[in-house]
């Protein structure tokens, strides 16, 4: 059972609304202390017990978060806290660690803790240490080079609408309605483009957000997106476990 809840985070509006939250969910629980910033946090590890759980914000004001893990060691459990961000969802997944997106809502900390507590295990080094790699700096796809006539020409990332997949072919559309064929995968072009301005829609679309005309709501919470300057018969259609994805990203 949960009872020592250490709290980091930098901004007291959400440090108050985690608090508020953990004594709805958990009454018994303690809110050992609040700490902002990375060196503060260093020092608060070296000198107390380890609480149940670190509810641990990703960004700091003087750097990321992970960073605590390099000076010190944490041996209890942790929930990260972040700001929607595609990349970081995704990062989060592959590493098997819970974190929970901004504004924390009561049920989603209530699973959270369900799951601690079934649980109770620290995340192991190497995960973390592949989430920093994650959240540093890195620089996405800008153009392509693609074959042209007897030689080559460049395509600038900022003239695509959408990318799609069709016969095993990634094809990009221009905003001016005219379509280029890329050399590499989906896969591979969801890897190398910037996620805040690009969202897998599905197997077949990854979409900029300044693509999208109108969203509708689709039957079983499925989310119908048209796009400008897509063909009529195009349906592009987000499935019910993506939905809330696109929604906080269009809302970020």
């Known amino acids: 059972m949960i009872q020592k809840v250490l709290i980091i985070e930098d901004e007291r509006p959400n440090a108050d609304r985690l608090e508020r939250l953990i004594k709805s969910v958990r009454p018994n629980a303690q809110i050992v202390d609040v700490l902002e910033c990375i060196c503060e946090s260093i020092e ?13 914000d990703i960004r700091l004001s003087d750097g990321l978060s992970f960073e605590i893990f390099e000076k010190t060691t944490i041996s209890c459990p942790i929930i990260f806290t972040t700001a929607y961000d595609e990349y970081a969802v995704k990062a989060f997944k592959y590493n098997s660690i819970d974190y929970l997106l901004k504004p924390v809502e009561l049920d989603e900390l209530e699973r959270a803790f369900q799951k601690l507590e079934s649980t109770s295990s620290a995340p192991e080094p190497a995960s973390l240490a592949n989430l920093l790699n994650y959240f540093q700096p890195k620089d996405f796809r800008t153009r392509f080079l693609l074959p042209y006539r007897d030689g080559y020409k460049s395509l600038q990332i900022n003239d695509i609408s959408y990318f799609y997949s069709k016969l095993k072919i990634t094809r990009a559309k221009l905003h001016n309605g005219s379509e280029e064929i890329i050399p590499l995968t989906m896969e591979e072009l969801e890897e190398q483009l910037n996620p805040k301005d690009f969202f897998r829609a599905n197997r077949q679309f990854i979409i900029h957000v300044d693509a999208i005309e109108q969203i509708h709501n689709y039957f079983n919470g499925k989310l119908k997106v048209d796009l400008k300057r897509a063909p009529e018969d195009m349906e592009l259609i987000v499935s019910r476990e993506k939905a809330s994805l696109l929604k906080a990203w269009l809302d970020f």
Do not use: R
């Open 44 to 56: 608060w590890f070296e000198s107390h017990e380890m609480p149940d759980v670190v509810m641990m």
